[in-house]
């Protein structure tokens, strides 16, 4: 029986660590060449990591700040050496990490190109080639013709982005490619490393944006304190990861020897502005049961006064918004929310419902430019901050296409399951990749779940009970 050949390895560490020696000042240094005794502790950045990326495979690093994420992709550029452990590299690679480090500062962009494709093994021809598509990737206009000290730090950023994508890597290694410029020129670095994927290179990256991990890679390792904690799909470690930090996150419980007694309450949300809603019915109409028929009772409900003047306005910048260090609303443009409504299935505004009865979550937006096969998305949320639910439209299957307008998608939820109490909803629009939020708004919108009966917990789950007898102490026999 033919035993199928292993696929070829891109890269390949067996028991890499990298240790620093940390000194508390100079003197200590010279102390310790001049003596036997030792003067400075050891710190282990990483330690015992084995891992295999294969030729055209896509890895995504993913861990805390401080966690050796970066570290670990030093040492596959060959910028930092391991202290143990053998590290191969199998393929023409290219870093995307400190981006303009290196460059001539008396040197013109236009110069830098050449000097750094130079370094990066390429030859004056193939430089001279690469050129044109830099210059029309990096933006530059005219500066590119002026010294690389007039420039700005985005500037530096855009130059060295596009020459480090520009050299027919084999193998591009990534460090948070979505700090790279301002939002516009992230979404173009992420098409561009999807590019490179798509045209077979090995993929390395490191990011704290969870999605773009997600849609990116293949396979995704989290590295925990220097070590591999976990490594699977992508989808799988990423759900573990997000798990572990919101338990990490969450407050002590009360018998928790770091609580001292009683825990805190929970910090909840500050307050926001509400979706337009009205308080609750006591006896609303059932939803209609064709899907036609509630799309037409939902186009009526939201239909704006003017949508070709809504698609006509003009757009501005992107809006955005934050609470503290947590964002409300962020997004790249394409796609603006004009309003969002919570509905029941006849329609009419809630803020109040019964458990059991509809929800309709109902967001209307326009774009500024064609999108094509966006990703809708609603997620509800108890307002402790517990993630309940979120679907969205990739994941079920529907939806994609071409949209240019102003359109109003919506989920419906015919029987909702929640028990009482506090909910916040927020809704997105994804690109297809599923990489950028186009418009994201995040928890935003408030409402209120009533129920009739005496049920515990987080959501009304179908259930029956029963008994079955196997002895019976009264002498009556089974």
Known sequence: MDVPAPAPVALRLRGVGKRYDIYPNDRSRVLEMLGPRVHHTEHWALRGVDLEVPRGGALGVIGRNGAGKSTLLRILAGISPATEGTVEVHGRLATLLDLGVGFHETFTGRENIALTCSLLGLSRAQAEARTPDILRFAELGAFIDQPVRTYSTGMCLRLGFAIASHVDAEILVVDEVLAVGDQYFQRKCLRRVAACREAGATLVVVSHDLHAIRALCDEVVWIEAGTVHLRGSARQVVESYVRHEAARAAPPLPDSPSAGGLAAPPQRPPALPEARTTPFLAAATPAPEDPAALADVIARACAPADAAALFDAEAGEAPRAMDGDTPRVLGTGEVRIVSVDLLDGTGTPRAQLRTGEDLVVAVTFRTTEPVQDPIFGVALFRDDGTYVFGPNTRWDGVLEGRYHGVYTFYAHYPALALLAGQYRVSVAVFDAG????????????????????????LVRLSHRWGVVTHHRGDGGGA
């Open 434 to 457: 599923h990489v950028s939020a186009l418009a994201w708004h995040n928890q935003l919108y408030g409402f209120e779940v009533v129920q009739d009966v005496e049920d515990h917990g």
